[in-house]
């Protein structure tokens, strides 16, 4: 069965420090990759996305995330945080369906 | 651009009450989805409309009815709340399959 696993559930930086994300996903043939971000009472904005071609996705706000099919990763980065990256971060991958999956999601803390 | 709507944002109700969630986007969009969000699970999608006249059945579909009610609309009904239903609930739609998803803010319900 498909799945996705985020392994780290909070993470804890300095402002200005390098930051990456973890993801894993389960699926037989090359997935949809995504990365949202939600911040305190709201919905979920859009990241980035990996469809095919160039594995090194870039996304808004200065997130990279790079596909490595080889480990079954989606590794969201980015180079020095800023406080207002403070968020909780969701990995998806959509399996060829309707039925998007969603990992359970990694808290940044950001710390001054 | 008003993307997706969700109506209400906070709602509180007693224990076999009943009660619609509305959604509604402005994008032209062909599917849409409700999930519901709760501590340390991830989104779950409830019910989804692949396009206009279909709805399924989602992981966690029990206890909810949806109407795709047109293009733009898609409700979800829950006609005997139970507090196991209590959660942050959003709509999203995507212009297909596999396609980034666009979140409303999210529907928050307590049942008592």
């Known amino acids: 069965a498909q799945s996705v696993t985020q392994p780290d559930i909070h993470i804890t930086v300095s402002e200005g420090a390098s930051l990456e994300l973890r993801c894993n996903y389960s699926?037989?043939?090359?997935?949809?990759l995504f990365w949202y971000v939600q911040s305190p009472g709201q919905g979920l904005q859009l990241l980035l996305k990996y469809f095919s071609g160039d594995t090194l996705v870039q996304g808004i706000k200065g997130f990279e995330a790079e596909f490595k099919r080889s480990q079954s990763s989606f590794n969201l980065r980015k180079p020095s945080v800023h406080w207002s990256d403070a968020a909780e971060y969701f990995c998806?991958?959509?399996?060829?369906?309707?039925?998007?999956?969603f990992g359970t999601g990694t808290r940044l803390k950001v710390l001054a | 651009n008003a993307g997706v709507t969700q109506t209400p944002k906070f709602q509180v109700l007693k224990t076999g009450q009943s009660m619609t969630l509305q959604c509604a986007q402005d994008?032209?969009?062909?599917?849409m989805y409700w999930y519901r969000q709760d501590p340390g699970m991830g989104l779950r999608l409830i019910y989804y409309s692949a396009s206009e006249g279909t709805t399924d059945k989602g992981e966690v579909p029990n206890g909810y009815n949806v109407s795709r009610l047109n293009k733009r609309e898609f409700s979800l009904r829950l006609e005997s709340a139970a507090p196991s239903q209590t959660s942050v609930y959003f709509c999203a739609s995507t212009r297909d399959r596999d396609t980034e998803a666009f979140f409303g803010q999210g529907t928050r319900l307590t049942v008592v």
């Open positions: 699926y037989g043939a090359t997935p949809y």
């Open positions: 994008m032209n969009h062909n599917s």
């Open positions: 998806a991958v959509g399996a060829g369906t309707y039925k998007y999956i």
